[in-house]
């Protein structure tokens, strides 16, 4: 998900642009682009503990920061929100407005073309300064004049109403960078690779520590309390603000042979290193589980190529990569615990892997049973109480793909019923001819012969198969 936003900003301002996310480039001089990748999963959790939608969370933190005083358009990728702010700026319109919200779509299908020859022409810059394989400015202009023409004459009113024209046609007439913007502007069903000329704009001063080791180590032992020193040491660097959420770190080691290894440090959860002066144990977690993984795989290329795979490192330098600002007033908008690191979110930052929630969806087969905790639902499950109630029955785990197994009928007698339920038969556009009766499921509690407690099922074709496994 990528946000235009058109704000002024002085240079004392710039951090500014980083309240969302820490990947920020400037695509004009009052014109910001950012990419929510890094941080959205964050602001998800954000608006669930509101009861908001995340667009809504985004509104409040940017009024809250600059007043009126913006505009500026969420959507699925990088030209589509630029677009949508260009033609904001046409209709006098302020505020914040989601491409996928009602209001939102019916506002992008009457996008101009005036928005479109604008907002396509603000990236030749772009593509110039990164020197984008076979693009030329004065062909791409060229053609961008020829297709106005055509459109004025063919009296299309906006692009919405062009979009019957293909991606060949408009490739053949107009060339390849038309055609690649147009893609993005209007996707099809298979939507293409983000397609951008994206330049990260430097924000972030260097906040960078440096350390030469007394004598060669490669023990995380002895590594990990200098390492903790140094966290310590970032903190305390003028650059380094309390406002700072941290979301990911570098450690660059220097080897016995003057080679360097990169170690990133990420956190799934924007991180304060000030909330853990002298433990940091969760950056050094991080730190950790990378470092294992980078140090074996690169003895075992030196083993490789010289025969030793003992490496030792001499030297490293620290440094922050990428940050939230979260400045006191935008703290305070969700009384101070969503930015504080709670239980959970500095649990997920702690382990190796991400942590997954779900909770009930409103459907009765078990497979479409359960939603990704962080999906807003649309609307009040009335019978939600006993959705919940049938879940109780059901195992904590499941599997994507139903396991065969062999039930004779000597063995019914550990199978304990458990439910009756129907397939999705009307979706499914792969069923054979010996499945075209298998419409009911029934499910039974079976302890196998390794005293699992399975949850199995059987069509009404006598087959059996594993769904789950009980806890």
């Not at 109780?392 to 063995?411: N, T, V």
């Not at 699992?452 to 789950?468: A, P």
Request: hydrophobic share 40%; aromatic share 14%; glycine share 4%.
């Amino acid at each position: 998900m990528f946000l235009a936003l058109e704000l002024e900003l002085h240079s004392d301002d710039f951090p500014k642009a980083l309240l969302l996310s820490p990947k920020v480039m400037r695509w004009a001089d009052d014109l910001w682009l950012i990419d929510l990748t890094a941080s959205q999963s964050y602001w998800k959790k954000c608006a669930l503990h509101q009861e908001k939608q995340v667009e809504d969370i985004y509104k409040v933190i940017l009024e809250n920061s600059f007043g009126d005083e913006y505009r500026a358009a969420l959507a699925e990728n990088p030209w589509q929100a630029l677009i949508m702010v260009d033609f904001m700026k046409e209709r006098s319109l302020s505020g914040l407005v989601a491409k996928y919200r009602e209001w939102g779509q019916k506002f992008y299908h009457n996008i101009s073309w005036a928005s479109f020859f604008s907002t396509a022409l603000s990236g030749i810059k772009h593509f110039e300064e990164l020197k984008f394989k076979g693009f030329k400015a004065k062909s791409f202009e060229k053609h961008l004049a020829q297709m106005k023409r055509a459109v004025n004459q063919l009296g299309i009113k906006n692009p919405w109403e062009f979009q019957g024209v293909g991606s060949y046609a408009i490739r053949r007439r107009y060339g390849s960078t038309v055609k690649q913007i147009w893609e993005q502007i209007y996707p099809s069903p298979k939507a293409p690779i983000i397609f951008c000329p994206w330049k990260s704009f430097d924000i972030i001063p260097e906040v960078m520590v440096t350390r030469a080791l007394d004598y060669a180590m490669n023990d995380w032992k002895h590594l990990e309390e200098l390492l903790k020193e140094d966290f310590d040491k970032l903190c305390q660097l003028d650059a380094y603000l309390a406002e700072h959420r941290i979301v990911s770190l570098e450690w660059c080691l220097t080897l016995h042979d003057a080679s360097h290894l990169r170690v990133p440090v990420h956190f799934r959860q924007p991180h304060s290193l000030q909330s853990e002066t002298h433990s940091h144990e969760t950056a050094l977690l991080q730190a950790y589980y990378n470092f294992s993984r980078i140090m074996s795989e690169q003895s075992k290329y030196f083993l490789e190529q010289t025969g030793n795979g003992n490496l030792s490192i001499v030297a490293w330098s620290l440094s922050v990569k990428e940050w939230l600002f979260t400045p006191p007033q935008t703290v305070e908008l969700f009384d101070d615990h969503i930015y504080e690191e709670n239980e959970l979110y500095g649990l997920k930052n702690r382990l190796s892997s991400d942590l997954h929630r779900y909770r009930v969806g409103d459907d009765w087969s078990a497979e479409y049973s359960f939603l990704d905790y962080e999906t807003n639902p649309k609307e009040k499950i009335e019978h939600d109480k006993s959705l919940t109630a049938l879940a109780l029955d059901r195992p904590l785990f499941l599997y994507r793909d139903l396991k065969p197994i062999s039930i004779q009928r000597r063995d019914y007698k550990p199978l304990k019923f458990s439910e009756r339920t129907m397939t999705h038969w009307w979706q499914d556009q792969g069923r054979s001819a010996d499945d075209e009766l298998s419409f009911n499921m029934d499910y039974y509690q079976y302890l196998d012969e390794k005293k699992r407690l399975l949850w199995v099922c059987r069509e009404s074709t006598e087959r059996w198969r594993i769904h789950g496994i009980f806890a």
